[in-house]
């Protein structure tokens, strides 16, 4: 900080006067020394004008004190306003330097914070990685207990890792995806001796069986339990992928579940038993694909759920003994596409689902001895597709559909043994084509049909329907 040294006024002005006076002094004895000395003679009396030279000699001394004080003071005066001046910048310096300070203060806390940020987000991904390893290890443990806790730990950490959340479930769905035997079904009759060998259930291996399919029924459910969650929940797993692809089923728990988005893969899965439930699912964005799956004896169970915008595929699917389920469904947008599948004993089931928008296509699809049943559907604007399907065997049901806007396209399909039946179905204003249809030994059925507006069946080759297509009486 600056220093104004200064001497007391009292100091200043004497010392300024004792200077004047020695300085006048010595300029009138120089000039008395010019001036040779002379003498001074002294009157007997003072005259008048002698007084007045006088006063007026004492006054110019008196004014030049004075003036010499002032002057003393003038400078000071001017020397206390210059330091008032360098103060001010000082301050303003020192408050400068004070905001610099509290700048590179606030920065080094926001570098300490970041710092600490880092060194707990390194601690936290180091821990999260030392968790992953550990749920890993138990999942490949050879005891189904140890392996099931692996399962939740998994689990666990997905709902609290989430920029590893994908990561955790696929490693779950990979599990998923190891190859599979469902336990044997154990005969309720012991075996007989006799000549032949009776094949023996080694109840160990059943034992096993039996504890890998409760994990892997766990995996399932804890991904459903997930899918349930609201979206704004933090651990809601909606909108990830889910590859199961290549899996063996025999059982799993998704009802009630949101598919909003990403993908869930069924493609090349077999489904040989249990349930597979979809129950009062909602399809509004996502895509489940079970592409070219199998189902030999298993159930899918879609019954009540609801597609708004979503889409089922079984394209090139496989039916020889399971059943699909899409009983009370409602479909307002979403698209089921079966193109190109192939039923030759399984079941799929419509019944009673509504038709308002949405899509369910059959198109190249072989029916060699399945059933699809629409039993007891609305269609008031929505689209069923049977184009280019082949018909040999199996069986179409719509006994007791309303058709009230909806289509149902037949056009470019082969009947060769199939049957479509709409015994019992009500039309008022839907639209069944058959243009372009082979029949060469098919059945199409609407006896006990209510037609109030006749449905259109395109244009017959030589203007009457084909044989094996059964018409209303008028």
């Not at 550990?134 to 140890?146: F, I, M, P, W």
């Not at 009776?198 to 160990?204: G, S, T, Y």
């Not at 399932?220 to 992928?241: F, K, N, Q």
């Not at 928008?357 to 008031?380: H, I, K, P, W």
Request: one cysteine or more; glycine letters at 14%; proline letters at 4%.
């Amino acid at each position: 900080m600056p220093e104004l040294r200064l001497w007391g006024i009292r100091r200043s002005i004497a010392l300024a006067v004792a200077a004047a006076l020695l300085l006048v002094g010595g300029l009138i004895a120089a000039a008395l020394g010019f001036a040779g000395w002379p003498g001074l003679e002294q009157g007997a009396t003072v005259t008048a004008a002698t007084l007045f030279d006088l006063l007026k000699l004492v006054f110019a001394v008196v004014a030049g004190i004075g003036g010499v004080a002032a002057l003393v003071v003038a400078y000071r005066r001017q020397r206390v306003a210059e330091h008032t001046n360098r103060l001010a910048e000082f301050a303003h310096q020192l408050a400068h330097t004070a905001d610099l300070r509290a700048e590179v203060t606030k920065a080094l806390a926001v570098a300490a914070d970041d710092r600490a940020k880092i060194e707990t987000d390194r601690n936290g991904v180091r821990l999260f990685n030392e968790r992953f390893a550990k749920a890993s290890e138990q999942l490949g443990s050879e005891k189904a207990a140890v392996r099931l806790a692996g399962v939740y730990a998994m689990a666990g950490l997905a709902d609290d890792w989430g920029e590893g959340r994908q990561t955790c479930i696929e490693v779950l769905c990979a599990y998923i995806r190891m190859p599979y035997t469902p336990p044997p079904e154990i005969p309720s009759e012991a075996p007989t001796q006799g000549n032949d060998p009776v094949p023996m259930v080694d109840a160990q291996t059943a034992r096993t069986a039996s504890e890998e399919r409760e994990v892997r029924h766990t995996v399932i459910r804890l991904i459903g339990r997930h899918l349930r969650l609201a979206e704004e929940e933090p651990t809601s797993w909606r909108g990830l992928d889910f590859d199961f692809t290549g899996a063996v089923f025999d059982g799993g728990d998704f009802s009630d579940a949101t598919f909003s988005g990403g993908l869930v893969s069924f493609d090349r899965a077999t489904f040989s038993g249990g349930l597979m439930s979809f129950d009062r699912a909602t399809f509004s964005g996502g895509l489940v694909s079970l592409d070219r799956a199998t189902f030999s004896g298993g159930e899918v169970s879609f019954d009540s759920a609801t597609f708004s915008g979503g889409r089922v595929d079984f394209t090139v699917a496989r039916f020889s003994g399971g059943k699909v389920l899409f009983g009370g469904a409602a479909f307002r947008g979403g698209r089921v596409n079966f193109g190109v599948a192939a039923f030759s004993g399984g079941e799929v089931s419509f019944g009673g689902a509504a038709f308002s928008g949405g899509e369910v296509l059959f198109g190249g699809t072989l029916f060699d001895g399945g059933r699809v049943e629409f039993g007891g559907a609305t269609f008031s604007s929505g689209r069923v597709f049977f184009g280019v399907a082949a018909f040999s065997g199996g069986e179409v049901s719509f006994g007791g559909a309303a058709f009230s806007g909806g289509k149902v396209s037949f056009d470019l399909a082969l009947f060769d043994g199939g049957r479509v039946d709409f015994s019992g179905a009500t039309f008022s204003g839907g639209l069944v084509s058959f243009a372009g249809a082979t029949f060469n030994g098919g059945e199409v059925w609407l006896d006990k049909a209510s037609i109030d507006v006749p449905p259109e069946f395109g244009d017959w080759p030589g203007g009457a329907p084909p044989d094996g297509l059964s018409l209303p009486k008028a």
